[in-house]
T-cell receptor, first 113, second 115 residues
Framework: DAGVTQSPTHLIKTRGQQVTLRCSPK?????VSWYQQALGQGPQFIFQ???????QRGNFPDRFSGHQFPNYSSELNVNALLLGDSALYLC????????????FGDGTRLSIL | AQSVSQHNHHVILSEAASLELGCNYS??????LFWYVQYPGQHLQLLLK??????LVKGIKGFEAEFIKSKFSFNLRKPSVQWSDTAEYFC?????????????FGKGTHLIIQP
C-alpha cells in the first residue's frame, strides 16, 4: 500500500526563481494538503485541494499556488522565491468525507540561495 | 484563529522515566486532536487521535493522551520511555468533521531519551 510520495526530495533555487513540487496521495485518498515546515517549527498549513479545487487556504501569499489533477495527485508552485521560503514542504493526504487523519510524505527540502 | 501551544520545546529523560508532554489549544468549537511524531530522518507519523467519545485515547507504542475539554488540553503520556522514543513530537488540532480544514500544529517538543 503506497503511502504519500513527494518529489523531488531536495531542491536548490535562487531568489526570484519559480519552483514546482509534486505529491502523490496515499492510495484511496482524495484530498491533498500542503504544509511548510521551517527549521525548528511545526508545519504551517498552506492550502488544501479536493476535486481539483482549492478548498481552504492558510496565511500564505498568492505567490503560493497549487493544482490537483484528476488522479488526485497535486502540485505546489511558488513564484518569485524569497530566502524565507527555505523550508521543508510537506504533503499530506486524507479522505474528504470522513473524520480521518492526514498521512504525511517525507517532504521536499527547498533551499533558496 | 486557532492556535496550539506546546509547553516544553526540549525534554531530556532517562530510559524508564515517565513522560508527559503538554498541549493546549485555543478554539471555540468542536475539535479533532492529534499527536504526530517525527523520528530522525523520517516523515511525520500519527501517534494517536481524538475525534469523540472516551477522552482517554490510546495510540501506538504505548502512548496515550487525555482530552480535557474544560482545560482545552490534550497532553501526551507514556509510563516508561525507551531510547527509541527520541524524536520530535507535535500536537495538532482541526475542526471536527470532514471537509476542508488544515491542521494547526504546535511548535513541537524535541524529546531526547538517554540510555
Amino acid at each position: 500500500d503506497a503511502g504519500v510520495t513527494q518529489s523531488p526530495t531536495h531542491l536548490i533555487k535562487t531568489r526570484g526563481q519559480q519552483v514546482t513540487l509534486r505529491c502523490s496521495p496515499k492510495s484511496g485518498h482524495d484530498t491533498v494538503s500542503w504544509y511548510q515546515q521551517a527549521l525548528g517549527q511545526g508545519p504551517q498549513f498552506i492550502f488544501q485541494y479536493y476535486e481539483e479545487e482549492e478548498r481552504q487556504r492558510g496565511n500564505f501569499p498568492d505567490r503560493f499556488s497549487g493544482h490537483q489533477f484528476p488522479n488526485y495527485s497535486s502540485e505546489l508552485n511558488v513564484n518569485a522565491l524569497l530566502l524565507g521560503d527555505s523550508a521543508l514542504y510537506l504533503c499530506a493526504s486524507s479522505l474528504w468525507t470522513a473524520n480521518q487523519p492526514q498521512h504525511f510524505g517525507d517532504g521536499t527540502r527547498l533551499s533558496i540561495l | 484563529a486557532q492556535s496550539v501551544s506546546q509547553h516544553n520545546h526540549h525534554v531530556i529523560l532517562s530510559e524508564a522515566a515517565s513522560l508527559e508532554l503538554g498541549c493546549n489549544y485555543s478554539y471555540g468549537g468542536t475539535v479533532n486532536l492529534f499527536w504526530y511524531v517525527q523520528y530522525p530522518g523520517q516523515h511525520l507519523q500519527l501517534l494517536l487521535k481524538y475525534f469523540s467519545g472516551d477522552p482517554l485515547v490510546k495510540g501506538i507504542k504505548g502512548f496515550e493522551a487525555e482530552f480535557i475539554k474544560s482545560k482545552f488540553s490534550f497532553n501526551l503520556r507514556k509510563p516508561s520511555v525507551q531510547w527509541s522514543d527520541t524524536a520530535e513530537y507535535f500536537c495538532a488540532v482541526k475542526h471536527s468533521g470532514g471537509g476542508a480544514d488544515g491542521l494547526t500544529f504546535g511548535k513541537g517538543t524535541h524529546l531526547i531519551i538517554q540510555p
